[in-house]
Antibody, heavy 119, light 106 residues
Framework: EVQLLESGGGLVQPGGSLRLSCAAS????????MSWVRQAPGKGLEWVSAISSGGGSTYYAESVKGRFTISRDDSKNTLYLQMNSLRAEDTALYYC????????????WGQGTLVTVSS | EIVMTQSPATLSVSPGERATLSCRASQSVSSNLAWYQQKPGQAPRLLIYGASTRATGIPARFSGSGSGTEFTLTISSLQSEDFAVYYCQQYNNWPTFGQGTKVEIK
Protein backbone atom coordinates (compact mmCIF):
# COMPACT_ATOMS: atom_id res chain seq x y z
CA GLU A 1 0.00 0.00 0.00
CA VAL A 2 1.36 3.39 -1.00
CA GLN A 3 1.72 5.76 1.92
CA LEU A 4 2.91 9.37 1.97
CA LEU A 5 3.26 10.99 5.39
CA GLU A 6 4.04 14.68 5.59
CA SER A 7 5.46 16.43 8.64
CA GLY A 8 7.16 19.66 9.63
CA GLY A 9 4.33 22.13 9.32
CA GLY A 10 3.56 24.72 11.96
CA LEU A 11 3.26 28.39 12.80
CA VAL A 12 6.07 30.64 11.57
CA GLN A 13 6.51 34.39 11.40
CA PRO A 14 6.73 36.22 8.08
CA GLY A 15 10.27 36.02 6.78
CA GLY A 16 10.90 32.80 8.64
CA SER A 17 11.83 29.34 7.43
CA LEU A 18 10.42 25.84 7.68
CA ARG A 19 11.37 22.44 6.29
CA LEU A 20 8.69 19.96 5.34
CA SER A 21 9.30 16.23 5.04
CA CYS A 22 7.36 13.48 3.31
CA ALA A 23 8.10 9.86 4.24
CA ALA A 24 7.16 7.47 1.45
CA SER A 25 6.50 3.75 1.53
CA UNK A 26 4.80 1.05 -0.50
CA UNK A 27 6.43 1.85 -3.84
CA UNK A 28 9.87 2.30 -5.38
CA UNK A 29 10.49 5.87 -4.23
CA UNK A 30 13.76 6.27 -6.12
CA UNK A 31 11.97 5.64 -9.44
CA UNK A 32 9.23 8.19 -8.89
CA UNK A 33 9.09 11.90 -9.59
CA MET A 34 7.48 13.73 -6.69
CA SER A 35 5.78 17.06 -6.12
CA TRP A 36 4.51 19.38 -3.44
CA VAL A 37 1.02 20.78 -3.97
CA ARG A 38 -0.57 23.29 -1.62
CA GLN A 39 -4.08 24.37 -0.77
CA ALA A 40 -4.78 27.64 1.01
CA PRO A 41 -7.67 27.51 3.49
CA GLY A 42 -10.95 27.23 1.59
CA LYS A 43 -9.18 27.54 -1.77
CA GLY A 44 -8.14 25.34 -4.66
CA LEU A 45 -5.01 23.37 -5.42
CA GLU A 46 -1.72 24.95 -6.48
CA TRP A 47 1.29 22.99 -7.67
CA VAL A 48 4.41 24.25 -5.88
CA SER A 49 7.44 22.20 -6.90
CA ALA A 50 8.54 18.95 -8.48
CA ILE A 51 11.67 16.83 -8.48
CA SER A 52 12.61 14.14 -10.96
CA SER A 53 13.46 10.59 -10.04
CA GLY A 54 17.08 10.67 -8.96
CA GLY A 55 16.80 14.35 -8.06
CA GLY A 56 18.72 15.68 -11.06
CA SER A 57 16.00 18.09 -12.11
CA THR A 58 13.86 20.40 -10.02
CA TYR A 59 10.99 22.68 -10.97
CA TYR A 60 9.17 25.48 -9.20
CA ALA A 61 6.06 27.57 -9.53
CA GLU A 62 6.84 31.23 -10.12
CA SER A 63 5.24 32.11 -6.79
CA VAL A 64 7.94 30.23 -4.83
CA LYS A 65 10.95 30.34 -7.14
CA GLY A 66 14.05 31.53 -5.31
CA ARG A 67 12.49 30.97 -1.88
CA PHE A 68 11.67 27.24 -1.79
CA THR A 69 14.00 24.29 -2.46
CA ILE A 70 12.83 20.75 -3.13
CA SER A 71 15.12 17.79 -2.49
CA ARG A 72 14.99 14.08 -1.85
CA ASP A 73 16.94 11.40 0.00
CA ASP A 74 16.31 8.11 -1.74
CA SER A 75 18.22 6.21 0.97
CA LYS A 76 15.55 7.39 3.43
CA ASN A 77 12.59 7.36 1.01
CA THR A 78 11.95 10.94 1.98
CA LEU A 79 11.03 14.11 0.09
CA TYR A 80 11.76 17.56 1.47
CA LEU A 81 10.69 21.15 0.92
CA GLN A 82 12.85 23.87 2.41
CA MET A 83 10.81 27.05 2.62
CA ASN A 84 12.57 30.36 3.25
CA SER A 85 11.38 34.00 3.32
CA LEU A 86 7.87 32.84 4.09
CA ARG A 87 4.95 35.14 3.41
CA ALA A 88 1.37 35.23 4.65
CA GLU A 89 0.23 34.00 1.23
CA ASP A 90 2.24 30.80 1.74
CA THR A 91 -0.23 29.77 4.44
CA ALA A 92 -1.70 26.48 3.23
CA LEU A 93 -2.00 22.76 3.65
CA TYR A 94 1.01 21.28 1.86
CA TYR A 95 0.53 17.91 0.19
CA CYS A 96 3.21 15.54 -0.96
CA UNK A 97 2.12 13.86 -4.21
CA UNK A 98 3.54 11.02 -6.26
CA UNK A 99 3.74 11.29 -10.02
CA UNK A 100 3.07 8.39 -12.31
CA UNK A 101 6.06 6.93 -14.09
CA UNK A 102 5.17 8.49 -17.40
CA UNK A 103 3.29 11.70 -16.78
CA UNK A 104 2.96 14.65 -14.42
CA UNK A 105 -0.36 13.87 -12.88
CA UNK A 106 -0.64 12.55 -9.33
CA UNK A 107 -1.75 9.04 -8.49
CA UNK A 108 -1.17 9.21 -4.74
CA TRP A 109 -1.36 12.02 -2.21
CA GLY A 110 -0.45 12.38 1.44
CA GLN A 111 -2.83 13.87 3.99
CA GLY A 112 -0.95 17.16 4.15
CA THR A 113 0.84 19.28 6.73
CA LEU A 114 -0.41 22.75 7.63
CA VAL A 115 1.86 25.77 7.35
CA THR A 116 0.65 29.01 8.90
CA VAL A 117 2.62 32.20 8.32
CA SER A 118 1.54 34.87 10.76
CA SER A 119 2.96 37.30 13.27
CA GLU B 1 1.23 29.24 -17.64
CA ILE B 2 -1.79 27.33 -18.87
CA VAL B 3 -4.92 28.57 -17.12
CA MET B 4 -7.65 26.05 -16.39
CA THR B 5 -11.20 27.31 -15.96
CA GLN B 6 -13.93 25.11 -14.52
CA SER B 7 -17.67 25.64 -14.71
CA PRO B 8 -19.96 25.89 -12.97
CA ALA B 9 -18.46 26.82 -9.61
CA THR B 10 -21.29 24.98 -7.86
CA LEU B 11 -23.59 22.31 -9.25
CA SER B 12 -26.74 21.31 -7.35
CA VAL B 13 -27.87 17.83 -8.25
CA SER B 14 -30.31 15.31 -6.79
CA PRO B 15 -29.08 11.80 -5.98
CA GLY B 16 -29.50 9.54 -8.98
CA GLU B 17 -29.29 12.39 -11.46
CA ARG B 18 -26.54 13.04 -13.97
CA ALA B 19 -23.85 15.65 -13.33
CA THR B 20 -21.79 17.29 -16.07
CA LEU B 21 -18.71 19.32 -15.14
CA SER B 22 -16.69 21.38 -17.60
CA CYS B 23 -13.03 22.33 -17.77
CA ARG B 24 -11.45 24.64 -20.32
CA ALA B 25 -7.74 25.20 -20.97
CA SER B 26 -6.32 28.53 -22.13
CA GLN B 27 -4.34 26.65 -24.80
CA SER B 28 -4.31 23.11 -26.09
CA VAL B 29 -3.22 20.46 -23.61
CA SER B 30 -3.91 17.56 -26.00
CA SER B 31 -5.30 14.76 -23.83
CA ASN B 32 -3.01 15.55 -20.90
CA LEU B 33 -5.79 16.17 -18.45
CA ALA B 34 -6.68 14.60 -15.11
CA TRP B 35 -9.69 14.89 -12.80
CA TYR B 36 -9.61 14.63 -9.01
CA GLN B 37 -12.26 14.36 -6.34
CA GLN B 38 -11.77 15.99 -2.95
CA LYS B 39 -14.02 15.50 0.05
CA PRO B 40 -13.86 17.74 3.14
CA GLY B 41 -10.81 17.02 5.27
CA GLN B 42 -9.37 14.60 2.73
CA ALA B 43 -6.63 14.66 0.15
CA PRO B 44 -7.58 14.73 -3.53
CA ARG B 45 -8.18 11.37 -5.20
CA LEU B 46 -7.33 10.67 -8.82
CA LEU B 47 -10.41 9.81 -10.88
CA ILE B 48 -9.47 10.21 -14.54
CA TYR B 49 -6.22 10.65 -16.48
CA GLY B 50 -5.51 10.99 -20.17
CA ALA B 51 -8.81 12.89 -20.34
CA SER B 52 -10.86 9.69 -20.40
CA THR B 53 -9.14 6.78 -18.62
CA ARG B 54 -10.51 5.87 -15.22
CA ALA B 55 -7.94 5.36 -12.48
CA THR B 56 -7.77 2.06 -10.64
CA GLY B 57 -10.87 1.38 -8.56
CA ILE B 58 -12.93 4.27 -9.92
CA PRO B 59 -16.56 3.30 -10.62
CA ALA B 60 -17.83 3.22 -14.19
CA ARG B 61 -20.36 5.98 -13.45
CA PHE B 62 -17.43 8.43 -13.75
CA SER B 63 -16.42 9.23 -17.32
CA GLY B 64 -14.23 11.83 -18.93
CA SER B 65 -14.14 13.21 -22.43
CA GLY B 66 -12.59 15.92 -24.53
CA SER B 67 -9.24 16.95 -25.95
CA GLY B 68 -7.43 20.13 -26.83
CA THR B 69 -9.04 22.85 -24.75
CA GLU B 70 -12.48 21.52 -23.81
CA PHE B 71 -13.06 18.70 -21.33
CA THR B 72 -16.00 17.18 -19.50
CA LEU B 73 -16.39 14.98 -16.44
CA THR B 74 -19.71 13.18 -16.27
CA ILE B 75 -21.11 11.35 -13.28
CA SER B 76 -23.93 9.28 -14.72
CA SER B 77 -26.00 8.70 -11.57
CA LEU B 78 -24.91 10.57 -8.47
CA GLN B 79 -24.46 8.57 -5.32
CA SER B 80 -24.32 10.11 -1.85
CA GLU B 81 -20.55 9.59 -1.70
CA ASP B 82 -20.04 11.62 -4.90
CA PHE B 83 -20.93 14.97 -3.36
CA ALA B 84 -17.54 16.65 -3.24
CA VAL B 85 -15.31 19.17 -5.02
CA TYR B 86 -13.87 18.17 -8.38
CA TYR B 87 -10.68 19.60 -9.88
CA CYS B 88 -9.25 19.29 -13.36
CA GLN B 89 -5.47 19.46 -13.87
CA GLN B 90 -3.47 19.75 -17.06
CA TYR B 91 -0.06 18.13 -17.35
CA ASN B 92 0.88 19.10 -20.87
CA ASN B 93 3.11 21.69 -19.24
CA TRP B 94 3.88 22.37 -15.57
CA PRO B 95 0.83 21.21 -13.66
CA THR B 96 -1.99 23.68 -13.22
CA PHE B 97 -5.39 23.10 -11.68
CA GLY B 98 -8.82 24.51 -12.25
CA GLN B 99 -10.47 26.33 -9.37
CA GLY B 100 -12.83 23.44 -8.70
CA THR B 101 -16.52 22.61 -9.05
CA LYS B 102 -18.48 21.81 -5.91
CA VAL B 103 -21.18 19.20 -6.46
CA GLU B 104 -23.80 19.62 -3.77
CA ILE B 105 -27.07 17.94 -2.91
CA LYS B 106 -30.11 19.63 -4.41
Amino acid sequence: EVQLLESGGGLVQPGGSLRLSCAASGFTFSSSAMSWVRQAPGKGLEWVSAISSGGGSTYYAESVKGRFTISRDDSKNTLYLQMNSLRAEDTALYYCAKHTIVDYYFDYWGQGTLVTVSS
Amino acid sequence: EIVMTQSPATLSVSPGERATLSCRASQSVSSNLAWYQQKPGQAPRLLIYGASTRATGIPARFSGSGSGTEFTLTISSLQSEDFAVYYCQQYNNWPTFGQGTKVEIK
